[in-house]
């Protein structure tokens, strides 16, 4: 008997889409864009929050967002997804995980997003209490093609790795 330790690593992955309109703001990873058009949702649509919080639930085996954040309930109207994705995070740390990295795409016909990589990045690691270089977030056109390409709505990508201390031995894939 020993108390060694192996740490486990986990991968998540998420994706979302919400359709763009008139009238709504566009707010992606809790970073107010500039744009004629905002995404629509129960929530404030934060497409890119929400990829990220499957990603981690996902990781954590604890279910998707619709689980733990109906958007039936009232109390989730307007809600600020960057708190929603905090508090998914919480989950997953209080079932022994912690966050390694976030990879994530945006996928946007316009407006153009470069600029905002790095204010989206340091919202998304000041959110999760992560350094910068453990948040990555690209941003594609869809080329014309499709909804996404036509303006119609926008999507978002995102995988996470999680480490978690396991038992060694093989009760550890148990
Ligand atoms: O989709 P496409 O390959 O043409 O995108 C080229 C580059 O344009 C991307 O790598 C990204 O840096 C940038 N881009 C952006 N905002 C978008 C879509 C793409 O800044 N909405
Ligand atoms: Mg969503």
């Not at 330790?5 to 990873?29: A, F």
């Not at 995980?97 to 997003?113: C, H, M, Q, S, Y």
Request: hydrophobic content about 45%.
């Amino acid at each position: 008997m020993t108390n060694q330790t192996n740490v486990e690593y986990r991968m998540g992955l998420g994706w979302d889409v919400h359709r763009l309109v008139t009238g709504r703001p566009l707010i992606l990873g809790g970073v107010r864009i500039a744009s004629d058009f905002g995404l629509d949702g129960h929530s404030d649509a934060d497409v890119l929050a929400h990829a990220i919080t499957d990603a981690i639930l996902g990781a954590a085996c604890l279910g998707d967002i619709g689980v733990h954040f109906p958007d039936t309930d009232p109390k989730w109207r307007n809600a600020d997804s960057m708190k929603l994705l905090a508090q998914a995070y919480e989950l997953a740390r209080q079932a022994g995980f912690v966050l390694v990295n976030l990879d994530a795409t945006v996928i946007l016909e316009r407006p153009k997003l470069k600029d905002y990589r790095l204010p989206i990045r340091e919202s998304l690691a000041s959110c999760l209490g992560l350094g910068l270089d453990r948040v990555s977030v690209k941003f594609k056109t869809a080329e014309g093609v499709g909804p996404v390409g036509e303006g119609r709505s926008a999507e978002a990508q995102a995988m996470v790795t999680l480490a978690k201390l396991a038992p060694r031995g093989n009760d550890a894939l148990r």
